[in-house]
């Protein structure tokens, strides 16, 4: 199974909403903004649709996730000609094709210089459908905002970018208690056009270790990229130039670790099943802006016989990186605010008007506030001009940090 489904898209959504989308226009380059507008998931495990209808024809050139995993498991765009379905219809719409994915904090995607992915216009892109798959219900009444800004412009590219992926369609299951199961997939390529592969992205679950992709051809194996999909998943860049042609075969193997589970685990949309997903993303010639409807997913079951070859480096994990695991560690919380009484111990400051919290990196908190100045109504004119500067800089320590346990670790900034 893909990160979405088998069949029609969404078919585990709640909600699905098409509006026109928000767009900031300069110089032929705008902003196109998909994101979530203020929902929380009703239970855990949820999937929620949302979705713009793309009125002006341009080229994405970059994708801006605003996300975080301590509330979204992942985030997927979607690409679709037509929207068939009543608006908060739970199936969604057929035939939609991944623009791009997002999981674990992973960065922003940038297309290479004169490569852009088509929408609207003579792309069968005229809608953009945001899919967020929530792992944990919120605490309280929060709302979620998640999403993706786009980098969009209306200048035509040389070169026009799609998304090929490899998926596993759960026809296959992981047994329990083995440290390394392979599970294999394979397509032969039948486009006749120069495909240039320039970004590959790995997806998993819990169980993922080692996600590989190949290019296949006259006894040769090239290797397209190798993730580890405990790691942010993000489009990491294909180190070597390859070009993938008719004829060639495309192949991706996970390597799974069921080691910690007494039983069979499937391929399955939930946090508990898996998955097993190798994205590459390639450009090709703008004449062929076709090509991007035809070549864009493989959920074939593998050659086997091709699998016997397989080049044994797939099977090495990568280097430890101690930074991608801290960035990429899954929250087991549940996002949202929690009221501790008694929290906050005895202070020797006392706390004025608050004017901004913030969280530190080391999860310390950080107050702003203004001592003993208070501001009202009196303290701009009409034209927002501040009417207190005679009385100087707030003498009192105006930031105040105090560590999760709410002990006072340090104060500072007064008369700034």
Known sequence: MVEYWTSRFCQLIIFCLFVIGNIHALNGVYDLDLKMPGKMPSKDEEYICYGIKVEQPGYITEFIPIAEVSRVHHMIVFGAMINDNAPGSSLGVPSAKILYAWARNAPALKMPNGVGVPISGRSTVNYLILQMHYNLKFIGSVLDYS???????????????????????????????ISEFPMNIS???????????????THAHSLGRIITGYK??????????????????????????????????????????????????????????????????????????????????????ADENLFSEYPADANKPLPPNPVFEK?????????????IADWLQSLDVAIGQISGIAIDGDDNVLIFHRGPRIWDEQSFDLNNMFL???????????????????????RWGGGL
Request: charged residues 20%.
């Open 147 to 177: 999403g993706v800004t786009m980098k969009v412009t209306s200048n035509h590219p040389t070169y026009v970018a799609g998304v090929y992926i490899l998926y596993a369609d759960g026809s296959v299951s992981i047994p329990p208690k």
């Open 187 to 201: 397509c032969a390529v039948e486009e006749d056009v120069i495909i240039h592969p320039f970004a590959y992205r």
């Open 216 to 301: 296949y051809r006259d006894n040769k194996w090239t290797l397209i990229g190798k993730g580890n999909p405990q790691w942010p998943q993000w489009f990491y860049p294909v180190k070597d130039k390859i070009t993938i042609t008719k004829g060639d075969t495309i192949a991706a193997q996970c390597i799974f670790d069921s080691t910690s589970r007494g039983n069979t685990t499937q391929i399955g949309a939930h946090g508990m099943d898996e998955m097993c997903n190798f994205y590459m993303y390639y450009f090709v010639e703008l004449k062929h802006l076709d090509v991007l409807e035809d070549f864009s997913a493989c959920g074939s079951s």
């Open 327 to 339: 960035q990429a560690k899954m929250v087991a919380e549940r996002f949202g605010p929690e009221l």
């Open 388 to 410: 207190q500067q005679d009385k100087g800089p707030i003498r009192n320590d105006t930031v105040l940090v105090i560590s999760p346990a709410g002990k006072l670790l340090k």
